[in-house]
Each structure stands twice: as structure tokens, then as C-alpha cells.
């Protein structure tokens, strides 16, 4: 089975700009979340999508947004872009909600000036 | 809000050497998971540990879940050049797939 594949890899935005990544999770996984992984603040949670519906968001403002495709592919948006959104976006697929053991894409490096 | 503190932050070793890892809340979680990041990669599951006391072992990695699901740890023998990585552990919510993280611990081992 393929793994979880983010597009694109790298990103470099300036302040101001919005910015949309995508993720494919791995064939038959229906759950995907998101996160924002910098050196300060280590992994932080941004949302889960589950079944195309938002099951759980963690503590980020309204720029961050997301949804879920029909076929679980995943999009997540950041507008009005902010200097301290340069980090790396980690997205991860499970099969369904549960025990929350989740197989990781290679991320997307954003970089913001 | 469940926190999950690692220790160390940074360990620098020589090829041979034993370690450990810790990763300790106060919040008791329904699984814990270990994984492995390298520069510029996602991170990988090592483990998945659900049961308190459990341990689980993988080639040199030992994982254990504390008695009380609110701790595990980490422990690589005769560590290789190959295991260098950040060592994160991460703590599941019973019943959601959330995931806390803690900040993870950069192991650099040294041929």
C-alpha cells in the first residue's frame, strides 16, 4: 500500500498570502488529521476530518481551515499568512476514529517572509 | 489540557552505549505511541502500547506503558548510528484519534 503523500513539499510564501496543502491518506483510511510541527512548540494538533466531517480542532485561529473530499483526500488552507506559520504541516491517516495509532505523510515545509 | 514532558531533550552517545528515554504526564491516556522522525520526514509508529505495565519489544527498542497508563519509556541497547532520529511519544485520548505529542527527544549516536 502506498503511504500517506502531502503536496507540495516545499512552500515559500510571503506575509499576507494564503496558502492551500494537500494531503492523500493511504488507500481505505477514512480519518485524516493535520499538524503544525516547529522547533518551540514541538507537534501541535490542528484538526481531524473524519467521513468528511470535522471531528475535533485544536487550539488555532480561524486562518486555519480545512475540509475533506469525498474520497478522504484532505485540504488545509491558511490564509492572511503570519510569519510564525513557517513550520512544518504533518498530516496523518488512520483507518477510522479510534485508539489513534496514525501513519504520518513526509509533511510540507512552509516557509513564510 | 493533557501534557506529555520527554526526557532528555538532547542525548549525544557513542555507538555501543544504552539508553533511555522517558515520557511522563499527569493525565492517563487510553494508548501511547512512539515514533521516529528523521530531518525532513514525518514521523514513523514505532509502537503502540495500550496496556498499563505492557512492554513491548522491538530488536534493541524496549517500550514500556507505566502501571498507571500515565507514563512509558523508551530503552535502546547498544545503540547504531542508524537509531539517531527525534524520539517522539504521543498519547491517545480514549476513544478520539487526537494525539498529544510531547516535544521529543534528539538522539545523536556517534560511530
Known amino acids: 500500500k502506498a503511504g500517506v503523500t502531502q503536496t507540495p513539499r516545499y512552500l515559500i510564501k510571503t506575509r499576507g498570502q494564503q496558502v492551500t496543502l494537500s494531503c492523500s491518506p493511504i488507500s481505505g483510511h477514512r480519518s485524516v488529521s493535520w499538524y503544525q510541527q516547529t522547533p518551540g512548540q514541538g507537534l501541535q494538533f490542528l484538526f481531524e476530518y473524519f467521513s468528511e466531517t470535522q471531528r475535533n480542532k485544536g487550539n488555532f485561529p480561524g486562518r486555519f481551515s480545512g475540509r475533506q473530499f469525498s474520497n478522504s483526500r484532505s485540504e488545509m488552507n491558511v490564509s492572511t499568512l503570519e510569519l510564525g506559520d513557517s513550520a512544518l504541516y504533518l498530516c496523518?491517516?488512520?483507518?477510522?476514529?479510534?485508539?489513534?495509532?496514525?501513519?504520518f505523510g513526509p509533511g510540507t515545509r512552509l516557509l513564510v517572509l | 489540557t493533557q501534557l506529555l514532558e520527554q526526557s532528555p531533550q538532547f542525548l549525544s552517545i557513542q555507538e555501543g552505549e544504552n539508553l533511555t528515554v522517558y515520557c511522563n504526564s499527569s493525565s492517563v491516556f487510553s494508548s501511547l505511541q512512539w515514533y521516529r522522525q528523521e530531518p525532513g520526514e514525518g514521523p514513523v509508529l514505532l509502537v503502540t502500547v495500550v496496556t498499563g505495565g505492557e512492554v513491548k519489544k522491538l530488536k534493541r527498542l524496549t517500550f514500556q506503558f507505566g502501571d498507571a497508563r500515565k507514563d512509558s519509556s523508551l530503552h535502546i541497547t547498544a545503540a547504531q548510528p542508524g537509531d539517531t532520529g527525534l524520539y517522539l511519544c504521543a498519547g491517545a485520548e480514549s476513544g478520539y484519534s487526537t494525539l498529544t505529542f510531547g516535544k521529543g527527544t534528539m538522539l545523536l549516536v556517534s560511530p
Open positions: 496523518a491517516s488512520s483507518p477510522g476514529q479510534g485508539r489513534g495509532t496514525q501513519y
